[in-house]
Structures are given as C-alpha cells and as structure tokens.
C-alpha cells in the first residue's frame, strides 16, 4: 500500500508535509494590518491632542492680545465695531 496525501482546496503544502490554510495566513495577516492601524490611530490621536493643545494656547493668546487693544484704544475699538455693524446691515438688505 502506498501513503496518499490528498491535499484540500484552500491549503498548501510547506516543507515537512505541514498544511496550513490560505484563511489561516489571511487571519494572521489581517490581524497584523489590524495592529498596524491601531498603532497609527493612538499615534494620529496624539498628534490632534497637541495640536489642540497648540490652537487653544494660540487662541488665549489672541484673546488677550486683543483685549490689550481694545483696553488701550477704546473709541477705535467702538468705531470699528460701528463700522462693521453698518458693513453687515448694508449687505443684508
């Protein structure tokens, strides 16, 4: 009698008569691809957490700047503010 391998569709043979399926390989593949994108989730997560860090320090900073101004020109501030309020009524009509 002679030993007959029948080999399944989907599987392969590897050195040393071993099967392993192509759903196993695309399973340890996808997993990796998996880790991948976590990894590059948490790293993109980050770089927004500073980032937002950095846009809320600049926007205090802008506030404040602007507060100084309208503190130490206060009738250039009011006449602006009229000024756009007559630039926003015309443009509505």
């Known amino acids: 009698m002679s030993d007959t391998t029948t080999q399944m569709p989907g599987s392969r043979t590897k050195q040393g008569g071993e099967k392993t399926s192509f759903a ?21 997560l980050e770089k ?9 320090v600049q926007a205090k900073e802008a506030r404040e700047m602007i507060v100084t101004h309208i503190k130490e020109n206060p009738l250039a501030a009011v006449g602006i503010a009229f000024g756009a309020g007559i630039l926003i009524a015309l443009l509505r009509k």
Do not use: P, R, Y
Not at 50 to 55: C, G, I, N, Y
């Open 24 to 44: 196993h390989e695309a399973a340890h593949k996808a997993s990796d691809m998996a880790e991948s994108a976590a990894d590059k989730a948490d790293a993109a």
């Open 48 to 56: 927004g957490k500073q980032l937002a860090e950095v846009a809320g």
